[in-house]
């Protein structure tokens, strides 16, 4: 019976400076003999691309924090959901009240982020992300398509209000926190925890025979919902407390993984 195991990114499989160490190439090495492996990342297509090249992954990868699922050798999204354009602007109209940057998401086959201006703040994550960005000026005239999400990047001192505030106005939409630093806005009812169910479900694979990594309350859902779930001993209290298992290195797995 195959099993799956899924990993986030950014503080999980990836170093302090977003690289995948040897170690942790090494770990992979011997656990992919024993199970479909594959990402659950907020990043987008563009930016998890090289990962996924990397690791020849070829199980069908969660992108944006859930809203696509996308299956790299067919060069096609599985699933994908969106914000509609009302939330959206209201979300930014919200968000412009508190000293944040804002990102838009347009589409998977679009790799540029759409701004108000690019602030240093903004100039650091697409060094991070290796990504393009566009000045566009007035972020809610811009919008009018529905977009895949937001982010917003913010002092963690900041972003709690912003996330209350975001859940009075609009209560459907999904608001997340990915990083200390980073607050997404995803459509109702996206999660990687919901994704990976659909994943799951794709695949065949009972969620008994699921593993899933992760260091961020994004990740929480999968990490409830899945037959193992696995924090990262950096990761937030309430993410450790839901886990299974908690590691502060990928190279730990295989010595505590049924192989």
């Not at 919008?143 to 982010?151: E, Q």
Request: net charge negative; charged share 25%.
């Amino acid at each position: 019976m195959a099993r799956l195991l899924v990993f986030d990114l950014d503080g999980t499989l990836l170093d302090p400076d977003h690289r995948l160490s040897p170690r942790t190439h090494a770990a992979l090495g011997k656990l992919v003999r024993h199970f479909w492996i594959t990402l659950a990342t907020g990043r987008s297509l563009a930016s998890a691309t090289p990962f996924v090249t990397v690791l020849g992954i070829t199980t069908p990868v969660i992108l944006y924090n859930g809203a696509v699922v996308y299956d790299f050798p067919a060069g096609k999204a599985l699933a994908e959901r969106r914000l509609s354009a009302e939330d959206a602007r209201v979300a930014i109209a919200v968000a412009r009240e508190f000293p944040v940057d804002i990102e838009v998401y347009r589409d998977i086959r679009d790799p540029t982020l759409y701004v108000e201006r690019i602030t240093p703040r903004v100039r650091r994550f697409l060094e991070k992300e290796k990504l393009p960005a566009r000045e566009v000026g007035d972020l809610t005239s811009f919008l009018d398509f529905p977009p895949l999400k937001l982010l917003v990047l913010g002092d963690p001192r900041v972003l709690p209000e912003l996330e209350r505030e975001l859940n009075r106005e609009i209560p459907a939409v999904t608001v997340v926190r990915s990083e200390v630093n980073y607050l997404e806005i995803l459509p109702p009812g996206v999660s990687k925890g919901e994704a990976l169910r659909w994943l799951w479900g794709h695949l065949g694979i009972p969620s008994e025979e699921v593993v899933a990594v992760g260091d961020q309350l994004n990740d929480l859902e999968m990490i409830r919902y899945a037959g193992v779930g696995v924090a990262m001993a950096h990761g937030p209290g309430e993410l450790i407390r839901a886990a299974d298992l908690v590691i502060s290195s990928v190279a730990e797995l295989p010595n505590l993984l049924p192989l």
